[in-house]
């Protein structure tokens, strides 16, 4: 595969704000505008850019009741697959956003939402637990958000500090 001009900056300055024209980016990249172009299409033919999309503050939009958990399962990888067989069931699931191999005493990081507790609760105990390979569950659930995916939420406007004069 051949090595794409700028792909780490590329995708630095995508991240951050995927709404840039390609001329704000390729002054950005220090590229021209016809680069990017080919830059961004290799790098969606590769892989790297898997989707476009926004950060969204879920709380402020009304009749969207979500309830969000972090879901660490212990299990035991299956012989000869290893953890990569039971992800792929995992991931399978529509609650399920994200899902990682972790390091500790858990196996999988799993993000899910749903529109209640009571569904999480029970995706966790008629869809998870009883899978032959899950050992352990622990789930915990979002109960404000301040941060996520370097987006600060809800950036208090008041200044708290105390005057302190001589």
Known sequence: ??????????????????????????????????????????????????????????????????????????????????????????YQFPEVKSLNLMSGNYDFGITVEASSIQEIAMFVSERLAPMESVLDTATHFVLKRYKSDGVIYDVPTDDDREVISL
């Open 1 to 90: 595969m051949a090595e794409i001009k700028n792909a780490k900056k590329l995708v630095d300055i995508l991240h951050k704000n995927c709404k840039l024209s390609l001329e704000q980016v390729a002054t950005m990249a220090d590229m021209t505008v016809p680069e990017v172009a080919a830059a961004i299409d290799a790098l969606e033919a590769n892989g790297t850019i898997l989707g476009y999309g926004a950060v969204i503050n879920w709380d402020k939009i009304q009749g969207k009741e979500t309830v969000t958990a972090y879901i660490e399962l212990q299990v035991s990888p299956q012989r000869h697959k290893g953890f990569n067989r039971l992800a792929e069931r995992i």
